[in-house]
T-cell receptor, first 109, second 114 residues
Framework: EDQVTQSPEALRLQEGESSSLNCSYT??????LFWYRQDPGKGPEFLFT???AGEEKEKERLKATLTKKESFLHITAPKPEDSATYLC??????????FGEGTQLTVNP | EPEVTQTPSHQVTQMGQEVILRCVPI?????FYWYRQILGQKVEFLVS????????KSEIFDDQFSVERPDGSNFTLKIRSTKLEDSAMYFC????????????FGDGTRLSIL
């Protein structure tokens, strides 16, 4: 059974204070790892797809990296508008995404 | 930017009643999905749909649930004889193809069973 674990559950940062979110996975064969952002009362918003170990993707203040066992979402100099829950999901065989519990990020001004 | 739209945003239903949740996927997408998120829990996969048939379903998606694409734009999830534990946020998603294209989600329907 595919398992995805995200840490920490919650993270509170000051504006400009860089940090990283972790997504550990145990799967039978990774076909893709996906990062989403979810705002309260909204659906997950797609951020990145990573396919193989060593791959990196960047978008504004966010950078996602992938190893054989985990992925990191690095947030550089975050702003209050980066506050959200960040979800990690994996895809192995089939079409389903298996999600982690998410990390709730709060960035204080 | 194209988006997935879901209606209604909130549905309140008596236990035992049938409910239909509606979704309009992104127009050129071919794969459609339903997920649910019980309050405080993970987003969970329910079903995927392609070429007018179910391509994959989870253990949650039992005989109580059904999906349909009644026309060229809508994709529906029907829950027969709702239970209290069906209360959740239901998300529709779509993707252009099967091969690891990202799934794009709507903002969900909050289903409350009384």
């Amino acid at each position: 059974e595919d398992q995805v674990t995200q840490s920490p559950e919650a993270l509170r940062l000051q504006e400009g204070e860089s940090s990283s979110l972790n997504c550990s996975y145990t799967v039978s064969g990774l076909r893709g790892l996906f990062w989403y952002r979810q705002d309260p009362g909204k659906g997950p918003e797609f951020l990145f797809t990573l396919y193989s170990a060593g791959e990196e993707k960047e978008k504004e203040r966010l950078k996602a990296t992938l190893t054989k066992k985990e992925s990191f979402l690095h947030i550089t100099a975050p702003k209050p508008e980066d506050s959200a829950t960040y979800l990690c999901a994996v895809r192995t065989s089939g079409s389903r995404l298996t999600f982690g519990e998410g990390t709730q990020l709060t960035v204080n001004p | 930017e194209p988006e997935v739209t879901q209606t209604p945003s909130h549905q309140v239903t008596q236990m035992g009643q049938e409910v239909i949740l509606r979704c309009v996927p992104i127009s050129n997408h071919l794969y459609f999905y339903w997920y649910r998120q019980i309050l405080g829990q993970k987003v969970e996969f329910l079903v995927s749909f392609y070429n007018n048939e179910i391509s994959e379903k989870s253990e949650i998606f039992d005989d109580q649930f059904s999906v349909e694409r009644p026309d060229g734009s809508n994709f529906t999830l029907k829950i027969r004889s709702t239970k209290l534990e069906d209360s959740a946020m239901y998300f529709c998603a779509s993707s252009p193809a099967y091969d690891n294209q990202p799934q794009h989600f709507g903002d969900g329907t909050r289903l409350s069973i009384l």
